[in-house]
């Protein structure tokens, strides 16, 4: 008895016939070998693993084995105390753990990326100590005019310029002449530099290096957001685990799931196409990835780096006091121990090491990138808002300069 599982199993009906490959093929056809028996395949009519449905009996394939319609079943399957009541499970075959796929998480550029080297309060500081340079300045520029006899013109637009002018590196011919006032110039030129500085250094850091947003890296995430709805295989380990919850995030995440499916492997594109996350096992996950690289060349899907299960034992089930199941332990054992079955499932997956990168690590993805429209759109946005101010401010005083000719 099977259910396809890609990468462990792939299964084509030709008429009335199965034709199996992948890993647990070659572990069938081995334990046929060894243990001398020929098999007939069958598939569970729900096409689950199989969960409890009441007064101890299963659905699925564990249901099936628990009735004795079958002998065994391939899998592999998680090994959980519940389905260990009634079905007795071979020697592990390989550890695995569930995590959640999503889309991949791309470069964003950030129309506000010119503010963002300095926090909102960083940038308030910085205005407030501009502020309190030109009232300063222009206090004791004032009086000690008088004092001295000194003849400033325009001392408000003066200050005010110059104040500007030294932030932002500009040169100025124009100094007071007085000692304390040129003790304020001096004081505001070397805080200009430090602010100016750093921040140029930091905005060709965070422009230079691409920015990735995480939305979806744990359960919690999952929950917290709303774009992304999702779904899990029905009637599998995973389904069970967060049926056992009463509270929390786990029971939280079944009461609003979308909705089931049947195999991982074969909604990877509904995933890619950003239509829903998919709560999967590992192997899964590294198949689809391999696949989508395989076909398109980049990476579309990505794998949450907080496990959902953690050392998932994987094995397959027989049914209770079957005499298959000691020698088979044995065959399966060997296999496992000589690294044998391992290679088979790695071999499956040839393509997703690239795509097991975090976002923006992948080739053609370099850590430091040219510079292009879309990390500066939101500074010539300023610019444009700036320079249409400044003809409004013009036709303002164009328009009072006439009526005072006509007045």
Not at 198 to 223: C, F, H, N, Q, W
Not at 255 to 264: A, L, M, R, S, V
Not at 272 to 297: H, L, P, T
Not at 361 to 377: D, I, M, R
């Amino acid at each position: 008895m099977l259910y396809r599982w890609i990468p462990f199993l792939k299964l084509r009906k030709n008429g009335d016939v199965f034709e199996i490959e992948g890993p647990m093929e070659k572990v069938l056809q081995a334990l046929s070998d060894v243990l001398d028996f020929d098999y007939v395949i069958r598939q569970p009519e729900d096409h689950s693993w199989g969960s409890p449905i009441g007064d101890g009996m299963f659905n699925g394939m564990v249901g099936m084995v628990q009735r004795e319609e079958a002998e065994f079943a391939l899998g592999p399957f998680s090994l959980t105390h519940i389905r260990s009541t009634v079905v007795n499970f071979s020697v592990p075959v390989i550890t695995d753990n569930k995590a959640i796929m999503v889309p991949r998480p791309q470069i964003e550029a950030e129309l506000s990326g010119f503010l963002l080297p300095f926090t909102f309060t960083v940038w308030g500081l910085v205005l407030l100590s501009a502020i309190c340079i030109f009232l300063a300045f222009l206090f004791l520029t004032a009086y000690e005019s008088k004092l001295f006899n000194l003849n400033y013109k325009n001392l408000v637009r003066t200050s005010a310029m110059w104040v500007i002018k030294a932030f932002t590196q500009e040169g100025t011919e124009w100094l007071p002449k007085t000692d304390a006032a040129r003790i304020i110039v001096a004081t505001w030129i070397f805080a200009s530099l430090v602010f100016m500085s750093s921040y140029s250094g930091i905005l060709t850091a965070m422009l230079s290096a691409p920015k990735v947003r995480i939305p979806v890296d744990s359960i919690e995430d999952l929950l917290r957001q709303s774009k992304l709805p999702w779904r899990m295989e029905f009637n599998s380990m995973t389904y069970q685990y967060f049926s056992e919850a009463t509270e929390g995030p786990r029971k939280e995440i079944l009461d609003k799931i979308e909705g089931f499916y049947q195999n991982c492997f074969e909604i990877k594109e509904n995933v890619r196409n950003k239509e829903f996350a998919a709560f999967c096992d590992v192997i899964s996950i590294q198949k689809a990835m391999s696949w989508d690289f395989r076909d398109s060349g980049e990476c579309h899907l990505y794998m949450a780096r907080e496990m959902v299960y953690s050392n998932i034992l994987m094995a397959m089930p027989f049914r209770i006091n079957s005499t298959y199941r000691e020698p088979a332990n044995e065959v399966l054992y060997r296999l496992k121990e000589s690294g044998i079955f391992n290679y088979w499932v790695r071999s499956e997956i040839t393509n997703a090491t690239e795509c097991m990168k975090p976002p923006g690590k992948t080739s053609g993805q370099e850590v430091v990138a040219p510079l292009n429209l879309s990390n500066f759109l939101g500074s010539f946005l300023l610019v444009l808002g700036g320079l249409g101010l400044g003809f409004l401010v013009f036709l303002i005083e164009l328009m009072v300069a006439t009526c005072k000719r006509w007045l």
